[in-house]
Nanobody
């Protein structure tokens, strides 16, 4: 299973970005998809996740600003990030849980300037 993430970039505070992560390969029993982030010198943080049934979970720091959703036909998960803050600056990593374990995408960098 390979995950290809894209959509990162630089934006001013208050702006928006949309990250996407497409899974390819043979995927058995796809389960939860989501996003983590990790900034230099900080612990990795679960940003958001979504189950196949559409149940979502968000970190308190992004609730009301970020929205996670999927296109199951394309095995793609998206993270719509609105009202971005400088503290959202980080490398964002997508993941997919499946029957054989967890697969990770490469990081995509989000930089929010004040």
């Amino acid at each position: 299973v390979q995950l290809q993430a894209c959509g990162g970039g630089s934006v001013q505070a208050g702006g928006s970005l949309r990250l996407s992560c497409a899974a390819s390969g043979i995927i058995f029993s796809p389960n939860v998809m989501g996003w983590y982030r990790q900034a230099p010198g900080k612990q990795r943080e679960l940003v958001a996740s979504i189950t196949p049934g559409g149940y979502t979970n968000y970190a308190d720091s992004v609730k009301g600003r970020f929205n996670i959703f999927t296109d199951n036909a394309k095995n793609t998960v998206y993270l719509q990030m609105n009202s971005l803050k400088p503290e959202d600056t980080s490398a964002y990593y997508c993941y997919l849980d499946h029957i054989t374990g967890r697969s990770w995408g490469q990081g995509t960098l989000v930089t929010v300037s004040s």
